[in-house]
């Protein structure tokens, strides 16, 4: 059961890199040849065809407000991909923690100091991840910026589950020293 799940979490982080490549892959393709999107335009959510980036595309174009994704501000689109990159970032460092903590499992060094640290790691991964989930920019079809804050609270009970799990890590510890010190 632990070795699938140490493959999940090296197929999920494969996975994240290759996200996180193939969007910097795109912004910089974006970046550097514009004409290329000049098509995509912007318009409101109930005519859209799909999202992309927080932004609603309609690729067969629209009168009136829709307009061209090349109109964005610089600072839209440098948000966009830094925001994704630092959002896929932390998931790939959650993993990564993730797959340490079964590596030691499987070894059965469950109660030691490292996966105790661990979880403190994790916790303080999901809660940054909570922080940069609350705040987005996005740049309407009529071209005004908009700040959004999203208080949804999911990363942050995965932060305050891995806080208490790194409790209940630290008191198996002191169990298994108490143990060990009988024995």
């Not at 609603?56 to 966009?80: H, V």
């Amino acid at each position: 059961m632990i070795r699938k799940a140490i493959i999940l979490s090296k197929v999920l982080m494969t996975l994240t890199l290759i996200a996180i490549i193939g969007a910097s892959a795109f912004w910089a393709y974006w970046t550097l040849s514009p004409e290329t999107f000049a098509n995509w335009t912007l318009c409101d959510k109930s005519e859209s065809n799909g999202t992309f980036f927080n932004m609603y595309i309609c690729f067969d174009g629209l009168e009136g407000e829709a307009r061209s994704i090349n109109e964005l501000s610089s600072f839209y689109k440098f948000w966009m991909f830094f925001h994704l990159i630092l959002t896929l970032s932390i998931y790939y460092l959650i993993i990564r923690e993730v797959k340490a903590v079964l590596n030691s499992m499987k070894s059965l060094n469950t109660f030691y100091e490292g996966n105790i640290r661990h979880f403190k790691v994790l916790a303080r991964l999901a809660f940054i991840g909570w922080m940069v989930s609350i705040f987005s920019f996005y740049e309407s079809a009529n071209g005004h910026p908009t700040l959004s804050l999203d208080f949804s609270i999911g990363m942050l009970i995965l932060a305050m589950a891995f806080s208490l799990l790194s409790q209940v890590f630290q008191e198996g510890k002191i169990l298994l020293d108490d143990k060990t010190m009988i024995v």
